[in-house]
């Protein structure tokens, strides 16, 4: 079935750990995204690429970091973990970045930092 | 950045009609998106609106002003499966989608 992955479902982590949450679309979208879910403030965008290569910055990037070395794929590191990074985190992927294109979201990680 | 309302919280009986309510600020506008989104799971795509006026999807519509800066979802004939968050996005300028904090709307027996 096509669609988007995200690996791992949840997981807890020690502050001051590094960790990558990894994505996976088989849809061949050019875009990709990555926005973090809390309660009360929504879905914010962290990261995204408008295509394999680029990366840019989105509302809350900081602590974070990306790279887009295919089209398929689009990994979030977290470099040092903070308990402030406890979160919901969604990767999305759309056909163009630049274009009214929908988003499709993949079911999430669920990230507690202690 | 982006300024989107929506209030919290809603409630209403089954069968009955919900409409949800959202005003945005933006810099540059390139359409509005609904989006549900049940406890637990991904928001999925509702509906998009970029020209005034109405768009009709089965039970639900939208409808956008974007003079007024205002968008409504609707939701008709509700059942119980429509328990949900119901997200207003705005995508910018610049194609990115802002996110309004969401309404959570409950619906009774």
Redesign the interface.
Known sequence: IAGITQAPTSQILAAGRRMTLRCTQDMRHNAM?W?RQDL??????IH?SNTAGTTGK??VPDGYSVSRANTDDFPLTLASAVPSQTSVY?CASSES????D???????TRLTVL | GQNIDQPTEMTATEGAIVQINCTYQTSGFNGLFWYQQHAGEAPTFLSYNVLDGLEEKGRFSSFLSRSKGYIYLLLKELQMKDSASYLCAVRDGDYKLSFGAGTTVTVRA
């Open positions: 995204y926005y009360g403030l929504g879905l914010r965008l995204y989105g509302e969604f970045g630049l274009a009214a929908t988003q499709y979201f993949g079911p999430g």
